[in-house]
T-cell receptor
Framework: AQKVTQAQTEISVVEKEDVTLDCVYETRDTTYYLFWYKQPPSGELVFLIRRNSFDEQNEISGRYSWNFQKSTSSFNFTITASQVVDSAVYFCALRGTGGFKTIFGAGTRLFVKA | DVKVTQSSRYLVKRTGEKVFLECVQDMDHENMFWYRQDPGLGLRLIYFSYDVKMKEKGDIPEGYSVSREKKERFSLILESASTNQTSMYLC?????????????FGEGSRLTVL
């Protein structure tokens, strides 16, 4: 069975702090894809990044960075110098071979205070 | 700007009523999905469709049905609404043939069943 665990339900930080959102996944597939989505207060989930199981390179996009480690089945997301606009619910997700079903974690609600 | 549009942002219905949630996408995507989002549970897949008139059950299909008569439109139907179906419903679409393709989401429909 496939599973995504986001153990942090809520995180509260002060603006300019760095914050890491944890994601641990389970799958028996050898080929799979990992995603992060952001859900701002407006409600619409927005795609942030995807990673396939064969690409363990970390990625940085502006203040966002992602650390994929197959050895620990983790795909963690770090926001550097957080801003109030980063306040949202963040979801980690997994799609295995076979393609249609995307499994989501429970989400982590991030509050960034000014 | 590409979009997934859900017909109603907020609905209030009574127990036993038949409820239709409509979703339209303008990206010519083959795949469409209905998820429900509940606190602490993340997003759970109700039904998906990979082609017109085709549908597949997701993880929690009980109490729901779907209709896909046209490529751009995917409807979720609650035949007899119950209070435990009070939730946020999210529609999504994705292009065909890309197992790593991200999902494009609508803004969600928050349903309250009294």
């Amino acid at each position: 069975a496939q599973k995504v665990t986001q153990a942090q339900t809520e995180i509260s930080v002060v603006e300019k702090e760095d914050v890491t959102l944890d994601c641990v996944y389970e799958t028996r597939d050898t080929t799979y894809y990992l995603f992060w989505y952001k859900q701002p207060p407006s409600g619409e989930l927005v795609f942030l990044i995807r990673r396939n199981s064969f690409d363990e390179q970390n990625e940085i996009s502006g203040r966002y960075s992602w650390n994929f480690q197959k050895s620990t089945s983790s795909f963690n997301f770090t926001i550097t110098a957080s801003q109030v606009v980063d306040s949202a619910v963040y979801f980690c997700a997994l799609r295995g071979t076979g393609g249609f079903k995307t499994i989501f974690g429970a989400g982590t609600r991030l509050f960034v205070k000014a | 700007d590409v979009k997934v549009t859900q017909s109603s942002r907020y609905l209030v219905k009574r127990t036993g009523e038949k409820v239709f949630l409509e979703c339209v996408q303008d990206m010519d995507h083959e795949n469409m999905f209905w998820y429900r989002q509940d606190p602490g549970l993340g997003l759970r897949l109700i039904y998906f469709s990979y082609d017109v008139k085709m549908k597949e059950k997701g993880d929690i299909p009980e109490g729901y049905s779907v209709s896909r008569e046209k490529k751009e439109r995917f409807s979720l139907i609650l035949e007899s609404a119950s209070t435990n179906q009070t939730s946020m419903y999210l529609c999504a679409s994705s292009p065909p043939g890309l197992a790593n393709g991200e999902l494009f989401f609508g803004e969600g429909s928050r349903l309250t069943v009294l």
